[in-house]
T-cell receptor
Framework: EPEVTQTPSHQVTQMGQEVILRCVPI?????FYWYRQILGQKVEFLVS????????KSEIFDDQFSVERPDGSNFTLKIRSTKLEDSAMYFC??????????????FGNGTRLTVT | AQTVTQSQPEMSVQEAETVTLSCTYD???????LFWYKQPPSRQMILVIR??????QNATENRFSVNFQKAAKSFSLKISDSQLGDTAMYFC???????????FGTGTSLTVIP
C-alpha cells in the first residue's frame, strides 16, 4: 500500500536556525497537510495545501512557517528561525480530494524536531 | 469552534477482552465526519474507522466498531477481541464537511496486556 514518507525521522537544530522538513505524499493525492504534536499533547493542524497554494492555515502557522511543493513529488515545511517551543513531532498527510470520510488523511511517520 | 474531548488518558485491557474508548465533541454543525486514528509506537497515524454524521448506522471495521450518539455528541470506539498489536495511542478526530482541518482529541493510550 502506498505510504506518505517523511525525512528525516529526527532533526536537531539550534534555536534561530532554519529547518526544512520534507515529505513525499502519496502520488495520486492532491491535498497536502502539516500537523504537529507537541510531546504529550494533541495533534494540531498547521496548514493545508492544494493546487500550489495554501487553502487553510491555523493561528500556529505564522510568518515563521512556509510550505512549498518544489517539484512533482516533495512537499516541504520550512521554519525560518526556530524557537524552543517549535520542538514537536511534525506529521505530513495527504488525501485524494477534499478530506471527507471517503478520502481521509494518510499520515507519514513524522519528523521529530528538537530545538536546543 | 470545534472541540474534541477524550476523557481517558490511559486505559488497559486484557488480551481477547473488549474495551471501549470514549470521545465527545462539541459543534454547531449538523453534518460532519468523525474518525478514530491509531498511533502505534512506530508513530504513524493510521485510520481505524470513520463515520458520517448523517448516517445513523454505526460504522464497523472487523474488530472495531463505534457507538455514535449524535444527540449526545458522543463517538466511542469499541475494540473487540483485543490483540497485542492494538497497543497504541488512539485519537478521535472531527472534521467539518467544508474545509480540510481535522480537530483531534488529546488521545487515549491503550495497553493490551497479555
Amino acid at each position: 500500500e502506498p505510504e506518505v514518507t517523511q525525512t528525516p525521522s529526527h532533526q536537531v537544530t539550534q534555536m534561530g536556525q532554519e529547518v526544512i522538513l520534507r515529505c513525499v505524499p502519496i502520488s495520486n493525492h492532491l491535498y497536502f497537510y502539516w500537523y504537529r504534536q507537541i510531546l504529550g499533547q494533541k495533534v494540531e493542524f498547521l496548514v493545508s495545501f492544494y493546487n500550489n497554494e495554501i487553502s487553510e492555515k491555523s493561528e500556529i502557522f505564522d510568518d515563521q512557517f512556509s510550505v512549498e511543493r518544489p517539484d512533482g513529488s516533495n512537499f516541504t515545511l520550512k521554519i525560518r528561525s526556530t524557537k524552543l517551543e517549535d520542538s514537536a513531532m511534525y506529521f505530513c498527510a495527504s488525501s485524494t480530494g477534499t478530506a471527507t470520510v471517503n478520502s481521509p488523511l494518510h499520515f507519514g511517520n513524522g519528523t521529530r524536531l528538537t530545538v536546543t | 469552534a470545534q472541540t474534541v474531548t477524550q476523557s481517558q488518558p490511559e486505559m488497559s485491557v486484557q488480551e481477547a477482552e473488549t474495551v471501549t474508548l470514549s470521545c465527545t465533541y462539541d459543534t454547531s454543525e449538523n453534518n460532519y465526519y468523525l474518525f478514530w486514528y491509531k498511533q502505534p509506537p512506530s508513530r504513524q497515524m493510521i485510520l481505524v474507522i470513520r463515520q458520517e454524521a448523517y448516517k445513523q448506522q454505526n460504522a464497523t471495521e472487523n474488530r472495531f466498531s463505534v457507538n455514535f450518539q449524535k444527540a449526545a455528541k458522543s463517538f466511542s470506539l469499541k475494540i473487540s477481541d483485543s490483540q497485542l498489536g492494538d497497543t497504541a495511542m488512539y485519537f478521535c478526530a472531527f472534521m467539518k464537511p467544508t474545509g480540510n482541518q481535522f480537530y483531534f482529541g488529546t488521545g487515549t493510550s491503550l495497553t493490551v496486556i497479555p
